[in-house]
């Protein structure tokens, strides 16, 4: 049976007008103004509220309490799918850290061999993000140098074996192959190429982004700061048309008016990441990380000697502490969590098409939810109770 239903008055980025959305058996079908028909028609104001794809996060390094270096087997990649897609993330980028070669085998043939269950929706694992082991040793951060490798062909052969197909990002220091040789075999292999944990100097960087490099990974973290007489790779990268730059908007690994700066020199070619670890959705605390221990505190974790290692700051919520922060507006921190790592990646960005489950609804920056297929009694009670004046809260 054909279901066809509307949403009316319908916030989206980039229109200056509110938008009427047909929904045909919950996916949406045709987006514009005065479409909805005159009589006979199931419509559900939607009160000025903004309509959304889901997060990507392009480099996210565990969560629950699991590091996914960690994976012995595929098992806690349904809860941790389950997890992230409550928190509206559609898609994801397992992220392994430097690691003995033997883990690193190990979780990307766990990934590798899972098989999400069709009962429950999750979040879409795109690929693997390889966060090294091929960085440079004086800005591998919390990365363990003891397990730092060569970036050389038979190295990267070694690493990657026959998992190359589950790898969709790499991370590495292109100062370390000053031949050249390593980057265009992963560009061979269908492997996005982004540069960090490096120490690469304006020169070596524009030569990586001109053989395919189209990347840097946590913008300001693990490379040189800006430098007026040594540009070095961030500048490389912001002012490259190219290149895409991942940058942890959680006000702590990049203070909000180095934000600023990012937004207004790289625009729509920035896109946030939360680089968050295992102990995502858990709270703060103390948890073991390798050999070594973290500490977790209003969202930040640090080693025991205070190095920063990441957070617990979900993706989605640093779109509002970017609006709070002045950084940019909601339509473009929501472009920077939902549209521009799709972009990024070569993802389609379009609405239209969409089931509305993979949608969300922003009430407010710091208030989204995911929507159900079918406009029930409870989302037009819901709307009833929430919006009388109709503001978006």
Not at 286 to 305: F, M, S
């Amino acid at each position: 049976m054909r279901t066809v239903q509307w949403l009316d008055r319908v916030r989206l980025a980039g229109s200056d007008r509110w938008q009427q959305v047909q929904l045909t058996n919950g996916k949406v079908t045709a987006i514009g103004t005065d479409l909805i028909p005159a009589d006979g028609a199931t419509v559900v104001d939607f009160h000025g509220n903004y309509l959304s794809l889901g997060g990507v996060d392009l480099q996210i390094n565990g969560a629950l309490g699991m590091p996914f270096p960690r994976l012995k087997t595929a098992a806690p990649l349904s809860k941790i799918g389950r997890y992230l897609w409550q928190q509206g993330i559609d898609a994801y980028a397992p992220t392994l850290v430097t690691a003995p070669l033997e883990e690193i085998h190990t979780a990307l043939k766990a990934i590798q061999e899972y098989t999400p269950k069709a009962s429950e929706p999750e979040a879409e694992i795109l690929g693997v993000h390889l966060e090294g082991p091929f960085l440079n040793p004086q800005k591998c951060g919390a990365h363990p140098a003891s397990y730092l490798q060569p970036l050389t062909l038979e190295r990267v052969e070694t690493v990657l074996g026959e998992f190359k197909a589950s790898v969709k990002i790499l991370t590495l220091a292109p100062e370390l192959d000053p031949k050249g040789d390593v980057l265009p075999l992963l560009r061979q292999w269908g492997i996005t190429v982004s540069l960090g944990h490096s120490m690469a100097t304006v020169e070596e960087a524009q030569a990586a982004f001109a053989a395919g490099a189209t990347m840097i990974t946590h913008a300001f973290n693990a490379m040189p700061p800006l430098h007026h007489r040594a540009p070095g790779l961030l500048a490389a990268a912001l002012t490259d048309q190219r290149v895409w730059c991942g940058v942890i908007g959680d006000g702590v690994h990049v203070h909000p008016q180095m934000l600023k700066v990012l937004w207004q020199c790289a625009g729509d070619r920035l896109f946030l990441v939360s680089d968050a670890l295992a102990p995502l959705g858990l709270g703060d605390g103390i948890y073991p990380w390798d050999q070594r221990h973290i500490g977790v505190k209003n969202g930040t974790a640090r080693l025991e000697d205070g190095t920063l290692c990441g957070t617990t700051v979900p993706l989605l919520a640093m779109v509002g502490r970017l609006v709070d922060w002045g950084v940019c507006d909601f339509e473009a921190a929501l472009a920077l969590a939902t549209v521009n790592p799709r972009r990024a990646m070569g993802l389609s960005t379009a609405l239209v098409g969409q089931p509305l489950s993979h949608l969300l609804r922003w009430r407010s920056p710091h208030h989204y939810e995911r929507l159900v297929n079918n406009l029930d009694a409870t989302l037009l009670s819901d709307d009833r109770e929430n919006h009388e004046d109709g503001i978006n809260r």
